[in-house]
């Protein structure tokens, strides 16, 4: 059985709010945790007018507040803006509050351009060994081994399911050596994926945590009950990855009719790339896309992305997601 769980950049609407965005995960994460998802995650992104949740921590515990079993937590936090015991602190504090729901994806990458990594970390000189060692004091302050000479309070003796995230090699081989679950940005840096979860899988040492490799990847699902619903909806998102992608970030825009018909051949290239890890279509579609990602990269869990403009139709989509996993669960049976 292949677990499913829904990662939620809390996006910010042309005409929306960023009260409105976190009111909407909210209600999605008591939505995913009803139709059946295992995880809800949202990411560290700064500087973004379009995302709602740079203050991770923050958003993590207006969502646990909101649901009950569901586990929650950060896919990812960026380990380069924060200090270990920063952040072994604040997660700390969710375990405390949220007790074995807590999950706490590491990432490397600044989530952010290098003017707000400047704002955020104050100078950007690290060496390669930074991260490793990030993740290794972090793990101290948790284990409270006395490893680092400080006790974090709240933190110490704190039980957050920790994960690597990567969208290239390197993640997949600190995850290994670390045995610990490692989560692949394939829904939107698709290039290293299959090469990534073999390192993982060939080079993994059991953990205290982990006896053996478990790996989630990234995949875009836009479901609805027409293909051409579906088609349009998908539009937002695509939108938003042409804009980034071309330094113009923004906002989420409304679906457009045709919208990739409109693009000149170097951003549709672009777009196609960039979600080649996706199903767009009817539960059917979708269960035929799932079906056929998990069988190429044989993950324990797929990581649902699902950007959509309207918040209703992003509900539909996620419980028409729910319904094609459980269809393929049936039919593994």
């Known amino acids: 059985m292949t677990r499913l769980s829904l990662l939620d950049l809390v996006p910010v609407t042309d005409t929306g709010t960023v009260a409105q965005s976190l009111a909407h995960a909210a209600d999605l994460a008591r939505h995913a945790e009803a139709v059946g998802f295992d995880r809800y995650w949202v990411a560290e992104h700064h500087g973004m007018e379009g995302i709602a949740s740079a203050a991770t921590a923050v958003v993590i515990a207006h969502v646990g507040q909101a649901t009950s079993r569901i586990r929650i937590g950060a896919g990812g936090i960026m380990l380069p803006n924060s200090a270990p015991l920063q952040i072994a602190e604040q997660f700390g504090t969710l375990d405390a509050l949220f007790p074995g729901r807590i999950d706490l994806g590491l990432g490397r990458a600044p989530g952010s351009d290098q003017r707000v990594a400047q704002a955020l ?3 950007l000189n690290s060496d390669a060994n930074q991260f490793p060692n990030d993740v290794v004091e972090l793990q101290s302050y948790f284990a409270d081994d006395g490893r680092t000479g400080i006790r974090a309070t709240p933190g110490a003796g704190a039980r957050p399911q920790m994960w690597i995230l990567g969208s290239s090699l390197f993640g997949a081989q600190l995850a290994a050596i670390l045995g610990l679950p490692y989560a692949f940005a394939s829904h939107f840096a698709p290039d290293a994926l299959d090469q990534a979860l073999a390192i993982y899988r060939r080079d993994f040492r059991p953990s ?17 009950d027409t293909r051409a619903e579906a088609e349009l909806i998908a539009t937002s998102q695509q939108q938003s990855f042409v804009a980034l992608r071309t330094g113009n970030p923004g906002r989420m825009r409304p679906p457009v009719e045709g919208y990739r018909a409109t693009l000149p051949p170097a951003h549709a290239a672009i777009l196609d790339h960039v979600l080649s890890a996706s199903a767009i279509g009817t539960r ?28 209703d139709a992003r509900k539909r989509s996620v419980a028409l997601t729910a319904e094609a996993m459980a269809s393929l669960d049936r039919a593994a049976a």
């Open 121 to 123: 970390r104050r100078n």
């Open 208 to 224: 205290a945590v982990l006896e053996r490799p478990y790996a989630m990847a990234g995949f875009n699902v836009f479901a609805a």
């Open 284 to 311: 059917d579609d979708v269960a035929r896309g799932l079906a056929a990602f998990v069988a190429r990269t044989g993950v324990d869990e797929v990581m649902v992305a699902s950007a959509i403009y309207d918040h």
